[in-house]
């Protein structure tokens, strides 16, 4: 059998399209995903993840790789109280969120060992916080420093976490 550039082509494009994608999970005070939030940083798929504080809306911030992100009133993403939303909108329940997952695209048919694993770890928290910048416009997300955590819970539970970071800074 004789490969050519195009089937070698075709097939790098094929499992170029496998390939992993980034994704940050935001837990947002407003529930219209917007405002402050907090973040984790390259969350799996299949895993489950820890608002670390109450929150009112949830969405990955890319959506064209996602099948369906999850929201739970508990905080070990059990499916007794749960709302979704389909590629990668908001999801913004009536009730307060403590935990959330996402699903990639065409993942839930033929789930890799490393995602089954990860529906079985225990819940993470945020690593970072963010909000949009009121001058630019623009997101601004950095990491939550060492030791204040509680802070930062605490600051995105009272919607100020764009004053926390200038008092950080």
Same mark, same amino acid.
């Given at each position: 059998?004789?490969?050519?550039?195009?089937? =070698?082509?075709?097939?790098?494009?094929? =499992?170029?399209?496998?390939?992993? *994608?980034?994704?940050?999970? !935001?837990?947002?005070?407003?529930?219209?995903?917007?405002?402050?939030?907090? %973040?984790?940083?390259?969350?799996?798929? *299949?895993?489950?993840?820890?608002?670390?504080?109450?929150?009112?809306?949830?969405?990955?911030?890319?959506?064209?790789?996602?099948? *369906?992100?999850?929201?739970?009133?508990?905080?070990?993403?059990?499916?007794?109280?749960?709302?979704?939303?389909?590629?990668?909108?908001?999801?913004?329940?009536?009730?307060?969120?403590?935990?959330?997952?996402?699903?990639?695209?065409?993942?839930?048919? !033929? !789930?890799?060992?490393?995602?089954? =694993?990860?529906?079985?770890?225990?819940?993470?928290?945020?690593?970072?916080?963010?909000?949009?910048?009121?001058?630019?416009? %623009?997101?601004?997300?950095?990491?939550?420093?060492?030791?204040?955590?509680?802070?930062?819970? %605490?600051?995105?539970?009272?919607?100020? =976490? %764009?004053?926390?970071?200038?008092?950080?800074?």
């Amino acid at each position: 059998m004789k490969l050519t550039s195009s089937t =070698l082509i075709a097939a790098a494009i094929l =499992l170029g399209s496998e390939a992993v *994608h980034a994704v940050n999970l !935001r837990f947002f005070f407003a529930n219209n995903c917007s405002g402050g939030f907090l %973040e984790i940083r390259d969350a799996q798929t *299949h895993q489950c993840y820890n608002a670390g504080s109450p929150a009112a809306s949830i969405r990955p911030d890319v959506s064209n790789v996602i099948d *369906h992100t999850f929201a739970y009133a508990n905080s070990n993403c059990q499916e007794s109280i749960q709302a979704s939303a389909s590629d990668g909108a908001c999801v913004r329940p009536s009730w307060t969120i403590t935990s959330g997952k996402y699903f990639l695209k065409g993942i839930n048919v !033929r !789930r890799t060992p490393e995602e089954a =694993l990860a529906e079985s770890l225990p819940c993470a928290e945020p690593t970072a916080y963010g909000f949009v910048d009121a001058e630019s416009g %623009e997101d601004v997300v950095r990491d939550i420093p060492a030791g204040a955590r509680n802070a930062v819970y %605490e600051a995105f539970s009272k919607g100020e =976490l %764009e004053s926390f970071a200038k008092s950080f800074a």
